[in-house]
């Protein structure tokens, strides 16, 4: 949805309000405390609902990303719509600088729109590619050595790819127009945990996994029918290539060049998310507002309030609960 229509459909907080009901209810109110849909009555003119059952006022914000926000609901659809339209990432400054709030504000709401973001599409099948990435700032300085009985000292670059200390990133993504990614932070890259990895997000008797020649790799040959490729020899032969996932590492490392500068370890997760959920809707983008709203009101939760605190790396990706709209 582009802005034009957005100012069209929802240029007031109460058409805003009136559609999150649509979405979440369909007509019919359910108490986010009960669960009852039963003795709701409506409060007329305060868009509020109060519920018999156990004696409580709600409304259709609660249980979702928009609760005790003081922002008018426009600027959040707003900022959803710009985010979402958005394919290499739109910082907070700059979305401070379009909406009219503080730096602060922008970079929370962002963060809670992130989360919405968080979901998880069928198995993947057919042709599965893998590989990882490692995503971090370059030292500031290169390592010096002296080497022993040298006056001359020797200057020796930092590492790049695998041994370095940056935060590995292993991705899945099945190949295809409509082909979705699944992106995953692993601390340690052993067979067991990329073994975890591939058991939870491919469908194993019904794809083809193709990867680099790692030898944590090599135990996917038990469990499904594997290739890899020896980028030392070619970078693909035929179908078997890993050039998909690369393409996407390539759209996530320059959104946040481009976009962010630099990102924090703690709150990558919901970066990932965000390039992930614009990536598999890249050829339906005019939907990605339609799809965005129903997550934001769906009844699965990644985190309290969608507050990103705590040990955000070991958050896990939740499959979403189809929504009425």
């Known amino acids: ?92 400054k700059e979305l401070s600088r379009d909406l009219g709030i503080s730096y602060k504000t922008a970079w929370y709401s962002a963060m809670r729109v992130r989360c919405a973001m968080l979901d998880q599409a069928d198995l993947l099948e057919g042709i599965v590619e893998f590989d990882e990435t490692y995503i971090g700032g370059k030292p500031r300085k290169p390592n010096i050595i002296v080497p022993i009985n040298s006056p001359v000292l020797c200057r020796v670059e930092n590492k790049r790819g695998r041994g370095t200390k940056k935060i590995p990133v292993v991705g899945a993504v ?9 992106t995953k932070i692993i601390e340690k890259l052993t067979t067991r945990n990329l073994l975890a990895m591939l058991k939870k997000y491919v469908k194993e008797d019904e794809a083809l996994v193709i990867t680099d020649e790692f030898p944590s790799y ?7 029918e594997h290739m890899t490729i020896n980028h ?18 390539s759209i996530l490392k320059d959104g946040i060049r481009g976009s962010y500068n630099a990102i924090s370890k703690k709150y990558l997760p919901f970066y990932l998310a965000e390039y ?39 958050l896990a990706y939740f499959r979403k609960r189809r929504v009425r709209v």
């Open 276 to 314: 992930s959920f614009k990536y598999n809707r890249r050829n339906r983008r005019t939907e990605s507002f339609k799809e965005f709203i129903g997550n934001a009101v769906a009844e699965e939760k990644c985190l309290v309030k969608y507050k990103p605190k705590k040990d955000v790396k070991k």
């Open 232 to 249: 030392k020899e070619a970078f693909a032969k035929g179908i078997i290539h890993t050039n998909t996932i690369e393409g996407f590492w």
């Open 1 to 92: 949805m582009n802005l034009l229509q957005l100012q069209r459909k929802f240029n007031t907080h109460e058409k805003c309000l009136l559609h999150l009901e649509k979405v979440r209810w369909n007509g019919v109110p359910v108490c986010p405390y009960c669960n009852e849909d039963e003795r709701i009555y409506e409060r007329k003119k305060e868009y509020r609902y109060h519920c018999n059952n156990c004696n409580k006022d709600f409304s259709v914000l609660v249980d979702t990303i928009f609760e005790d926000t003081k922002l008018d609901l426009t600027i959040w659809f707003y900022m959803i719509a710009l985010m979402c339209n958005a394919p290499m990432g739109i910082s907070a």
């Open 218 to 224: 090599r135990a996917f040959d038990k469990v499904v």
């Open 174 to 182: 099945s190949r295809g127009k409509s082909g979705e990614v699944t």
